[in-house]
């Protein structure tokens, strides 16, 4: 399988700031990391896929330049929500692919992210 | 285009009962199949997934899944439930060679004492 860790689990900003969060393949090289969002009682809603060294690729209706995306290195990739606002409050959570093929996702703890 | 349904959005049952989560999908392709558990304001931990070979599938935690084609389903199962059961489950579909994974809107599974 494949350890994935986010930092930070929980962050409350206030509305107009930016906020990182950050998704790490610990034992994993992942040239390919994605990010979903899960309001409260719902399910989990791919955002982005983030490519490694490239641009990232945006699901349909996610807005590119607020949720800015940079996947660097083959072990970290970060997600920056800019001008943050109370509807952007959610919980992200980022995985990876196992190495099997199979499509199995590993996930990360997830990070809560509230905005006042 | 891929898609998974979970019937029933809520699912309560008495602690040592059997416990059934059900999940159809849509794929046009053979699909490759799996079952998630999320706790409380953490990630999703795979429980089980069906990858083509035995269709009945065992997984951690006394949950098994048989996948049939016929029905297009992968109901998730458990003969006896405990209460470190109550989280979310989520079935998921992807497509072989693909490089996505479709989640259904989950299932809450409540154990009462």
């Known amino acids: 399988g494949a350890v994935v860790s986010q930092h930070p689990s929980w962050v409350i900003c206030k509305s107009g700031t930016s906020v990182k969060i950050e998704c790490r393949s610990l034992d994993f090289q992942a040239t390919t990391m994605f990010w979903y969002r899960q309001f409260p009682k719902q399910s989990l809603m791919l955002m982005a896929t983030s490519n490694e060294g490239s641009k990232a690729t945006y699901e349909q209706g996610v807005e590119k330049d607020k949720f800015l995306i940079n996947h660097a290195s083959l072990t970290l990739s970060t997600l920056t929500v800019t001008s943050a606002h109370p509807e952007d409050s959610s919980f992200y959570i980022c995985s990876v692919f196992g190495a099997d093929g199979t499509g199995e996702l590993f996930f990360g703890e997830g990070s809560r992210l509230t905005v006042l | 285009a891929q898609s998974v349904t979970q019937l029933g959005s809520h699912v309560s049952v008495s602690e040592g009962a059997l416990v059934l989560l059900r999940c159809n999908y849509s794929?046009?392709?053979?699909?490759?199949l799996f079952w998630y558990v999320q706790y409380p304001n953490q990630g999703l931990q795979l429980l089980l997934k069906?990858?083509?070979?035995?269709?009945l599938v065992k997984g951690i935690n006394g949950f098994e899944a048989e996948f049939k084609k016929s029905e297009t389903s992968f109901h998730l199962t458990k003969p006896s439930a405990h209460m470190s059961d109550a989280a979310e489950y989520f079935c998921a579909v992807s497509r072989r060679n693909g490089n996505k994974l479709v989640f259904g809107a989950g299932t809450i599974l409540r154990v009462k004492s």
């Open positions: 069906y990858t083509s070979a035995a269709t």
């Open positions: 794929s046009s392709v053979p699909p490759y």
